[in-house]
């Protein structure tokens, strides 16, 4: 299977719009938006990686077997932050003494 | 015993000669057993750290050797037999060998990184023999903090790292094992005409390669911690300590799925070949495989039950932990119905079948009173637990993987093992095994504390069961080591396929040629169709 | 089986150099996977320990400089734009335009490197080491201070080490792309290289605000 090579100008695209959200997120750091900024700060990240996987890394045009893989990665993520979170974040909920 | 002049073909043993050959290896087979005799050599190792322990509690008081001696031995068995035998075994050995048969390969999607996959568990391994003779390490195999950062005295960053090596090579076999069936099955061998053992170790891929970093990691934090006092770990600093038990467990329970799903893919194979049946319900079997997998990620906290973390948290991770037992009761149940009106043979891989089988059960049920939050409180830490995990472990894995070594003992070696003792020795161990651990079950419901030296007189008698027992297993152990190397010289010449099993494997010769088929195969049946196997034996013969 | 004899687009066990390559990007992209998990632990208790450190963590994350951080990041996303670049001509048979790229990525790292010893020199320089020499101006809860810049050191410093490893692997295609080892139907090394490279430049795309940006409106 012969991939295309993409054009330097998708590329070109894809970089600027890196370097943007990279200069938005900063900006936006220093805007008081109480737990907003948080949320901003890993949405804009989230964003940018998005765009490296999918055009960098050429994910786009992968195997269904390559987007499974990367999909199972951030869901074992998932799996080993919120499921330990969910000790940490519980603590002292039930009233039992100590815990 | 007959010993047949061996005919002079070219076999993956002969192809190449010199020690080159087999250290630069890149063939699959050869690298098995290499394997194979890394992993008996730190088994008999764990075993001498074992049959110490138990001498030590022939007796209430200490006898043979101190406190701190004994926190070594425990540690350093643990060690050995997780991350330096039970962990690589089947899969490195019996996988490394048959996996890419089964699926029609020539060999692993990356064979250089399979042999590199052996160095790493030998470097490993390296760092690990290190750290025993310079002093041993005494935190325990969990290594919990703080004691294993701030106050053992002990090589504990060896240990550590030499883990941390071994951990890699587990990875890098994991890939190649999930990009091979992936992409290298033969034409017609479809997912659902795979064997179950071919299931069974892709499931363990998943595990090894979603899971041991996360244990690396671990190790570094630990290494740092106990180096560069980061404070990661320490309440002084705002650290907390339940944070490494989260990190460790969530590698620690997966990884014991690692040990014993590639078993419960070996006893599928024999249940199947010596009932002479297709395994009742293969597509549920095959997803139970990987069931086992994605579940055996999500209950790790009912490791730590009792260690401080939420009560709301270990409700849930108790919860979900009753969910991973229904895929291996499946498995137990579909192996049940497979024997149902199959025609049985009582040969050595079948009878490990069957002993595994009840002593898989009783460590499962067992699995399922320690999940219980509430019995947990009482029996954790204590030998109920030991004796829980040494029923899956060695009642389970280890006699799977001798049921395994005994199956594919004539297509490896292309010679047979004596029948007789290899059946006695199959009993021993049945035997040394139960008389070792059920006593183990009692002690701790009646409180003996695990890793302890000394305990209350009225525990030794049950002790001294259990220390009888571990001579006699011992005893078990042995014996294949002797009659394994007695069949390479002067074993009786194993033609391509002695049990009439159905898979590829059983179409080549014994042993097989170094680019394992003569013709890259074309399958047109479903997997254990022993019709089709019977009709072309006919038109073999015919 | 239809045996060949190997060569390095057609190794012995596969059928095709198309499968060839194709497995070699799976392998590689599930190698990537392990390294998510690798540094997920990190991630984990950055998680922790932040939420319960608000205060003490934004704090100690407005010693570091914003521009810095904003400079440097977009200095690896320059270095993976040229890696980009150099793949696509390591696809069309570019030689001299293949090396010149891998140049051009192997020296924004090395920059983004040398800003980020700066960075840490900063840090010993002003005691922000975890340590008997540590303290923080401005709370008196130097304990979880002192975690913010464990997690700090142990981050960047894990990335870093990712990313001389990158280097080297950069400098291993550029030795062998000026060695005429890649064609347009053989390039596979370099596009793995390339995943790897992007990676690395993922993992900073988030420390970079988790670390630099936790509360900036508070200076």
Redesign the interface.
């Known amino acids: 299977m012969h991939e295309q090579a993409a054009s330097i100008k998708s590329y070109t695209l894809v970089f600027l719009s890196l370097l943007i959200l990279t200069a938005a997120t900063t900006v936006v750091a220093f805007i008081d938006l109480g737990p907003l900024n948080v949320v901003m700060a890993l949405f804009i990240a989230v964003v940018k990686m998005m765009l490296v996987a999918l055009f960098f890394m050429h994910l786009r045009y992968s195997t269904v077997l390559t987007k499974v893989v990367v999909g199972g990665g951030m869901l074992w993520l998932g799996i080993l932050l919120l499921l330990s979170l969910s000790d940490f974040v519980t603590r002292g909920w039930l009233p039992v003494p100590g815990k | 015993m007959i010993t047949e002049a061996v005919p002079e073909r070219e076999t993956y043993l002969n192809a190449s000669h010199g020690i080159k050959s087999w250290l630069l290896t ?1 063939d699959h087979k050869r690298i098995a057993l290499l394997y194979l005799h890394t992993i008996t050599f730190f088994f008999f190792l764990g075993g001498i750290f074992a049959t110490l322990i138990r001498l030590e509690l022939l007796t209430p008081k200490g006898t043979l050797v101190s406190a701190d001696t004994y926190s070594k031995l425990f540690t350093l068995h643990g060690i050995i037999m997780v991350f330096f035998f039970l962990i690589p075994s089947i899969p490195a050995t019996l996988g490394n060998f048959f996996l890419p048969m089964m699926i029609g ?7 250089r ?1 399979n042999l590199l996959s052996w160095y790493l568990l030998v470097i490993g391994g390296c760092f690990a023999l290190y750290a025993m003779l310079a002093g041993g390490v005494d935190t325990g195999w969990t290594f919990y903090v703080p004691y294993s950062s701030n106050y053992s005295n002990t090589y504990v960053i060896a240990t550590g790292i030499g883990i941390f090596i071994a951990g890699f090579s587990s ?1 890098l076999t994991g ?2 094992f ?2 091979t069936v ?3 099955r033969a034409p017609g061998m479809t997912w659902f005409r795979l064997p179950l053992f071919v299931w069974s170790n892709y499931a363990t891929a998943l595990i090894q ?6 244990i ?3 190790l ?2 630990l290494i ?1 911690e106990r180096t ?5 770990f320490d309440p ?5 300590p ?2 490494f038990q ?2 460790f467990w ?1 590698y620690s329970h997966p990884a014991v799925y690692i040990m014993v799903l590639p078993a419960l893919g070996v006893i599928s194979e024999l249940v199947s070949v010596f009932a002479k049946k297709p395994v009742f319900g293969y597509k549920v079997v095959a997803f139970s495989s990987v069931a086992i997998a994605v579940l055996g ?2 209950v790790w ?1 009912h490791h730590m039950f009792v260690s ?6 270990g409700l ?1 991770f108790s919860f979900l932990s009753y969910f991973v037992a229904i895929p291996s009761a499946i498995k137990v149940f579909n192996w049940t119905a497979t024997l149902h009106r199959g025609s049985i043979s009582y040969a050595t891989p079948m009878l490990y079948a069957f002993g595994f089988i009840g002593l898989f059960t009783v460590g499962g049920l067992t699995g399922l009173f320690v999940a219980c939050l509430g019995v947990d409180v009482h029996v954790h830490d204590t030998y109920f637990v030991v004796a829980h995990f040494h029923y899956i472990m060695v009642g389970g894995t280890i006699m799977a993987y001798l049921g395994g070594l005994h199956y594919w003992w004539p297509k490896m070696s292309g010679r047979m093992y004596p029948e007789g003792w290899a059946k006695l020795s199959a009993l021993v161990i049945y035997l040394g095994f139960n008389l070792t651990f059920f006593p183990q079950f009692i002690l701790g419901y009646l409180g003996m504390p695990r890793r302890y030296w000394n305990y209350p007189d009225e525990f030794q008698v049950l002790h001294v069961m259990s220390t009888a027992g571990a001579s006699v297993l011992a005893v078990g152990y042995l014996m294949p080591l002797v009659y394994f190397m007695w069949s390479l010289r002067y074993g009786p010449i194993a033609g391509p396929n002695p049990w009439g099993a159905t898979g590829l494997e059983w179409q080549t010769a014994s042993p097989p040629p170094a ?6 195969p074309i399958v047109t049946t479903e997997a254990y169709d022993y019709a089709a196997l019977a009709a072309r034996e006919e038109v073999n013969v015919g | 089986m239809d045996s060949h004899t190997e060569t390095a687009e057609l190794r012995e066990q596969f059928e095709t150099p198309a499968q060839q390559k194709e497995i070699s990007t799976l392998g590689m992209w599930i190698f990537l996977v392990t390294e998510i998990m690798f540094f997920g632990g990190l991630f984990l208790a950055y998680a922790i320990y932040r939420r319960e450190f608000a205060d003490v963590f934004a704090l100690a994350s407005n010693t570091l400089d914003a521009v810095i951080g904003a400079v440097n990041t977009a200095v690896l996303i320059c270095s993976s734009f040229t890696m980009v670049l150099a793949v696509r001509a390591a696809q069309i048979g570019s030689r001299k335009a293949l090396i010149v790229f891998l140049i051009l990525t192997i020296l924004f790292g090395g920059v983004f490197l040398g800003v980020k010893a700066y960075e840490w020199d900063q840090k010993f320089e002003e005691h922000h080491v975890p340590g008997p020499t540590f303290h923080l101006e401005g709370t008196t809860q130097q304990g979880p201070a002192q975690l913010y810049f464990s997690l700090y050191f142990t981050m960047t410093g894990l990335h870093a080490l990712h990313m001389i490893i990158g280097e080297g692997l950069m400098l291993f295609l550029l030795w062998h792309a000026y060695k005429r080892k890649y064609t347009p139907s053989y390039y596979t090394p370099v596009d793995i290289g390339g995943l790897y490279w992007h990676f690395v430049d993922i993992v900073w795309i988030f420390l970079f605000p988790l670390l630099y940006l936790i509360a900036r409106h508070q200076h």
């Open positions: 890149k390969a020539k060999d692993l999607a990356f064979p990184i990875i890939l190649n999930i990009v992936h992409r290298m390669v979603l899971g041991t970093p996360v690396a990691i671990t570094v934090l740092c560069l006092h980061i404070g990661i002084a600093r705002g650290g907390d339940v944070l989260h990190l969530f990620f999500l906290g401080g973390q939420s009560v709301y948290a849930v680019h394992n088929f003569d013709e890259t």
